[in-house]
């Protein structure tokens, strides 16, 4: 069965200290990963899109990999405003257009 | 530009009453997707339109549930019938041209409480 299992759930970090979010994936065929921020009350908001193992992309403090099984999202010397529900998604073959998601990372920085 | 809209932003209502929940793509936009997002259960996919067809229809839980799209534009997600399982956040997203590996921008949302 195709799945996105995300990790931790929750994480809660000083300002500065780095960290990572984990997405891990079993599914038939990867067309592309997705990451977005959400906060309380608003929409997803787009982040990244990796579509092959070793591809790598930056924002600001925030920077997303992938392998052939998980991809993860590096936050270095992170900020309270980093403070989100990061959430990850998936097409895969088979799938046609929709994004599987999983069930996010809490992240919050405090000062 | 303007993102993608939606309406209204909350919506109570009481079981067994029908529900019109309206999405505005971003102009320009050919593909529309809806989705819910329920407390532990993370978002979950109901409906695809490429223009005013929906070749993707897989996610719909009942036939209680039902979407259009007009003009190639603006989408309605009717619920008929509502049920307090269907108390979540309704949120709906568009991208350029439907094709695959493309970015899916949302809207913010509108959040419905059945009771």
């Known amino acids: 069965e195709d799945q996105v299992t995300q990790s931790p759930e929750a994480l809660r970090l000083q300002e500065g200290e780095s960290s990572s979010l984990n997405c891990s994936y079993t599914?038939?065929?990867?067309?592309?990963l997705f990451w977005y921020r959400q906060d309380p009350g608003k929409g997803p908001e787009f982040l990244f899109t990796?579509?092959?193992a070793g591809e790598e992309k930056e924002k600001e403090r925030l920077k997303a990999t992938l392998t052939k099984k998980e991809s993860f999202l590096h936050i270095t010397a992170p900020k309270p405003e980093d403070s989100a529900t990061y959430l990850c998604?998936?097409?895969?073959?088979?799938?046609?257009?929709?994004?599987?998601f999983g069930t996010g990372t809490q992240l919050k920085v405090e000062l | 530009g303007a993102g993608v809209s939606q309406s209204p932003s909350n919506k109570v209502t009481e079981k067994g009453k029908d529900v019109e929940l309206r999405c505005d793509p971003i102009?320009?936009?050919?593909?529309l997707y809806w989705y819910r997002q329920s407390l532990g259960q993370g978002l979950e996919f109901l409906i695809y339109?490429?223009?005013?067809?929906?070749?993707?229809k897989s996610g719909l839980p009942s036939d209680r549930f039902s979407a259009e799209r007009t003009g190639g534009s603006v989408s309605t997600l009717t619920i008929q019938r509502t049920q307090q399982e269907d108390s979540a956040v309704y949120l709906c997203?568009?991208?350029?041209?439907?094709?695959?590996?493309?970015?899916?921008?949302f809207g913010p949302g509108t959040r419905l409480l059945v009771l």
């Open positions: 997203a568009s991208s350029l041209s439907g094709y695959r590996q493309e970015t899916q921008y």
């Open positions: 599914v038939s065929g990867l067309r592309g």
């Open positions: 990796l579509y092959s």
């Open positions: 998604a998936v097409q895969f073959t088979g799938g046609g257009n929709k994004l599987t």
């Open positions: 102009s320009g936009h050919t593909a």
């Open positions: 339109f490429q223009g005013n067809s929906a070749p993707d």
